[in-house]
């Protein structure tokens, strides 16, 4: 389904207001956005958000390497936790791209019945980003649409960007995300047979199988809470090649604490609170027992102190 045919099947009962992004990880600085379509948009039209299932950037740019901190599922629903009604997803594609601002404006206003459009901070729609502020307000003179955006959201002087998170996450600082995320960083996946070299050290380990899209933390041992049949349990994951044992193939490895039973093929949820160290290369087999040991005590001490405040 193209874009104008997919804009087309959401013609909605009444007006709408709308806003534009990927909205990827839906952190504060998005919520402070959706807060203000939902506030606009009152009882009398239906806020709306159109979004995209990938980033516009793997698209301008050929061979950029997609990284997301939501999946597309993860973000409709938390978007639609905000209060917006309407989330209407497009592909991103060379077409799109090639789309002018005044040619969106106006498939925005006869497809959705368009009445207000907010832009985030420093946002801009339309080939060569034609469609700033100035330019919206003045196409919306003319299809019936006002046109405003939005003050940027900080924390600590600094706004709350995707991309600062992202790179929070590959550098393995994932205590921020509960700040800027409003959440703590999570991954999901399918657990797969792996080599089972966890099983023969005495610490049976889950091997998830991650969406090779989603932004990974960094390689090192985390503190994290892993959930299995809708329970949460302790755990210890490791996210890295295992340089012990000569690896180049990174994976996500979960130590379940106090937890018996077959996982294979389950999908199961992994919530990163802390980083309690970096990966390191063992002389042998007993420094690295020693060592997880060591690490799945350092976990508890760090999930029991979240858990009890």
């Not at 979004?51 to 050929?62: A, D, E, H, K, L």
């Not at 939005?150 to 921020?176: C, H, M, Y």
Request: aromatic share 8%; glycine share 10%; hydrophobic share 40%.
């Amino acid at each position: 389904m193209s874009f104008r045919q997919r804009l087309a099947s959401a013609a909605p009962n009444k007006g709408t207001v709308v806003t534009i992004g990927v909205f990827d990880g839906v952190h504060h600085g998005h919520r402070h956005l959706l807060r203000q379509v939902v506030e606009m948009a009152g009882d009398e039209y239906i806020p709306t958000v159109v979004t995209f299932s990938n980033r516009p950037i793997t698209v301008i740019r050929p061979g950029t390497e997609p990284s997301y901190l939501t999946t597309l599922d993860q973000r409709v629903e938390l978007i639609k936790e905000q209060g917006i009604q309407s989330v209407i997803c497009l592909d991103f594609t060379i077409e799109l791209s090639q789309v002018t601002a005044a040619d969106f404006a106006k498939l925005l206003a006869e497809t959705l019945n368009m009445k207000g459009l907010i832009l985030g901070p420093d946002s801009a729609i339309g080939n060569y980003r034609q469609g700033d502020l100035a330019f919206m307000k003045k196409q919306g003179e003319e299809l019936g649409f006002w046109a405003q955006t939005v003050e940027t959201f900080e924390i600590d002087g600094q706004p709350v960007k995707s991309r600062r998170i992202r790179e929070a996450v590959s550098n393995g600082n994932l205590e921020v995300c509960p700040v800027l995320l409003g959440r703590n960083y999570d991954l999901s996946g399918i657990v797969v047979v792996g080599d089972q070299r966890g099983r023969t050290l005495g610490f049976p380990t889950a091997n998830v199988e991650v969406d090779p899209e989603m932004r990974l933390p960094g390689d090192g041992i985390y503190a994290s809470w892993a959930t299995v049949d809708g329970k949460r349990h302790q755990a210890a994951t490791s996210i890295g090649v295992r340089p012990t044992f000569d690896l180049t193939q990174r994976l996500v490895e979960v130590y379940i604490m106090d937890f018996s039973g077959d996982l294979y093929g389950k999908t199961i949820g992994v919530e990163f609170i802390k980083k309690v160290r970096d990966q390191e290369k063992f002389d042998g087999l007993d420094a690295l027992i020693k060592q997880i040991n060591q690490d799945v005590d350092d976990c508890r001490q760090v999930l029991d102190k979240a858990e009890n405040g």
